[in-house]
């Protein structure tokens, strides 16, 4: 299982549990990376994730070159090309769906985001769901997206 988080203050946090049918099978999975100057974000099966990786990047998410996915594998395929935009697409649909921070996906989505709504950071969110449930756990990873996109940080001007 997996909660994603993505905050209004332009960071992207993850959890590393991975599991298995009822095992735990891994605390540190890699839930987001960084490819063709965007992030790309999974909740879902693991091994899907390159191959959706490659759909997107390199068949520009063409829907007839979508891999295959039988039976009930899932995925969320979160991608994130500027700041304060984010998009995903699903098994079920895969079109794109645009939202604005603060937004959260996974079985974690619901403590996320209204950890955030209330001032929360992503980190600070997923770290919420880690100590709350069962289904969210191991390394958080964190990532400044203007930085892990190539961006100039904002300065402000002096007085």
Known sequence: MTTIAIDKFGMIAADG???WGGDIVG?????VRIRH???YALTGTAGFFEPLIAWHGEHQANTEKMPKCEGEEAWT???IERVGLVTKYTKTCPYPETFEPPVAFGAGIDLAKGAMLFGA??????NLVCETTNHTGGRVLVYNIAEALGLQPVREAAE
């Open 77 to 79: 395929l979160i991608v």
């Open 121 to 126: 950071t992503a980190e600070q969110a997923v």
């Open 17 to 19: 549990l991975r599991t």
């Open 27 to 31: 605390r540190t999975e890699e839930k």
């Open 37 to 39: 100057g965007r992030i």
